[in-house]
């Protein structure tokens, strides 16, 4: 397919993701922020990533557990979030 034929618009479109999938991926695995990677927000992933492993390895100093408190709150409010965002007819959201 030459590029002439591609729509003008396909560098601008946001990548779209399953909605459940993505709350899925938030509620059982947010504290490492696997559903940003698979929305397409790779740096925010890694860094939501690098946070859940210092917080992980430092749950016996008790800071850890305070780090992972915080990745759970703002994964909840992702998720209430992705949930009040309309999908389209395949159940897909711009996140």
Known sequence: ??????PKNIENREPK???????????FFGTFEIHAFYAGRKQEGIYFLIAGIIG?????????????LIEFIICVIQIVNAIQKPSDEFGRISD
């Open 56 to 68: 992980t390895l430092t749950t016996f100093i008790l800071v850890g557990y305070v780090i992972i």
């Open 17 to 27: 993701c399953n909605k459940v999938i993505y709350c899925l991926l938030a509620w």
């Open 1 to 6: 397919m030459s590029e002439s034929n591609l």
